[in-house]
């Protein structure tokens, strides 16, 4: 993963993913991280995507914390990222070629994580 390739706005959702990660004691960020961090980082194309999917954001933010909770706990070490959530920036930066974009938006994020 190239973190070049991210626009400015998809850095501070990787920033925040880590961040929620290591104040819950999770060892590592998950794609529940990331769809957690768009919420909290994008309150325009997130929400208008949601609306326009006729997908209730509150419901969907409910069942995510719920989710959260589940993710193992460690005490210490570093945050790396899981098998799943390196996978899925990884397709974000080949779906971003497809697209013919040259960086990954929070759009692709979204979108690798569907």
């Known amino acids: 993963m190239n973190i070049e390739k991210f ?3 998809s850095q501070e959702v990787l920033q925040q993913a880590q961040d ?6 999770n ?3 998950e794609n529940g991280h990331l769809l957690k961090s768009l919420f909290i980082k994008d309150t325009e194309v997130i ?8 997908i209730d954001q509150r419901v969907l933010e409910n069942a995510l914390d719920r989710i959260l909770l589940t993710y ?9 990222l899981s098998a799943s959530t390196n996978n899925t920036l990884l397709n974000e ?3 971003s070629k497809q697209f013919g974009d040259e960086y990954v938006s929070v759009e692709l994020i979204f979108y690798a994580i569907l």
Not at 20 to 25: E, F, G, V
Not at 47 to 54: D, G, T
């Open 20 to 25: 929620l990660a290591h104040i819950a004691n």
């Open 93 to 95: 930066e080949n779906e």
């Open 72 to 80: 193992p706990k460690v005490e210490g070490g570093q945050v790396l």
């Open 27 to 29: 060892q590592t960020i």
């Open 47 to 54: 929400p208008y995507l949601l609306r326009k999917l006729k």
């Open 7 to 9: 626009t400015l706005k």
